[in-house]
C-alpha cells in the first residue's frame, strides 16, 4: 500500500534551519510529484511548494522562496524539505503529499511532522 | 492569489442531517482543479472529491461536490457520527495551490 512515513518532531531555535524528510513506499516514486503543505496550531493549510515527478524539478510558494529548499533521492525514494532562518511563526506541522501528475489534488499524505520554534 | 473563503466557519448540525459548506473564489477556478479535504483532529487531511464533483476512493455516496466558476459547494447527506470534522477546499491556478480556512462541522 502506498505510504508516507516523515521524520520525527523537532525543536529549533529561532534563526536556525530544519530539514524534514518524507519516504515513499508502495509505488513509483519517480512518478507522482510531492509537494510540502504545513498547518500552523489551530490553523489552515498553508502550500509551501512542489518537487516534480520526472526531473525533480523544484516550484516554491513566493512567500517561501528563499528560505526553503526540497531535494530528493530517487535511490531511497525519500523527499526533503528545509527550511532556513526559522522564527516562532514557522511552528507548524509539515506534512509531505503525494500528486499524481496533472491531477492537482493530494491523494496521499505523510503523517506530520511537528516542527517548533523556540528560544 | 487566488483566495479561496469558505462559508460557514462552523457548522452545528445533528446525525442525519445534511450539512452543505461552501467555497467562494476570487476568481474562476477550473472545474477540474477544485478539491475538498476532510481533517480530523491530529490527523493529515484526507482526500474526498476531486474536480469539483468526483469521489476520491472509498468515499461514501453521501458526500457530494458541485458548482463550477467561482462557486462550489461540499454536500454531505445523512450525517454519520464520524462525519464531524474540519473541511477544506484547495485550488490550483497559475502555478500555485491554495486552500480555504476551512468549515468545521460539530455535532449539535
Known amino acids: 500500500q502506498v505510504l508516507l512515513v516523515q521524520s520525527g518532531a523537532e525543536a529549533k531555535k529561532p534563526g536556525a534551519s530544519v530539514k524534514v524528510t518524507c519516504k515513499a513506499s508502495?509505488?513509483?516514486?519517480?512518478?507522482?510529484?510531492m509537494h510540502w503543505v504545513r498547518q500552523a496550531p489551530g490553523q489552515g493549510l498553508d502550500w509551501m511548494g512542489i518537487?516534480?515527478?520526472?526531473?525533480?524539478?523544484?516550484q516554491y510558494a513566493q512567500k517561501f522562496q528563499g528560505r526553503v529548499t526540497m531535494t530528493r533521492d530517487t535511490s531511497t525514494n525519500t523527499v526533503y524539505m528545509e527550511l532556513s532562518s526559522l522564527r516562532s511563526e514557522d511552528t507548524a506541522v509539515y506534512f509531505c503529499?503525494?500528486?499524481?501528475?496533472?491531477?492537482?489534488?493530494?491523494?496521499?499524505w505523510g503523517q506530520g511532522t511537528l516542527v517548533t520554534v523556540s528560544s | 492569489e487566488i483566495v479561496l473563503t469558505q462559508s460557514p466557519g462552523t457548522l452545528s448540525l445533528s446525525p442525519g442531517e445534511r450539512a452543505t459548506l461552501s467555497c467562494r473564489a476570487t476568481e474562476t477556478v477550473k472545474s477540474d482543479r477544485l478539491v475538498w479535504y476532510q481533517q480530523k483532529a491530529g490527523q493529515p487531511p484526507r482526500l474526498l472529491i476531486y474536480g469539483a464533483s468526483s469521489r476520491a476512493t472509498g468515499i461514501p455516496d453521501r458526500f457530494s461536490g458541485s458548482g463550477s466558476g467561482t462557486d462550489f459547494t461540499l454536500t454531505i447527506d445523512r450525517l454519520e457520527p464520524e462525519d464531524f470534522a474540519v473541511y477544506f477546499c484547495q485550488q490550483y491556478v497559475g502555478l500555485e495551490y491554495t486552500f480555504s480556512q476551512g468549515t468545521k462541522l460539530e455535532m449539535k
Open positions: 503529499a503525494r500528486e499524481e501528475e496533472a491531477t492537482y489534488h493530494f491523494d496521499y
Open positions: 518537487i516534480r515527478d520526472t526531473d525533480g524539478f523544484t
Open positions: 508502495g509505488y513509483t516514486f519517480t512518478k507522482y510529484h
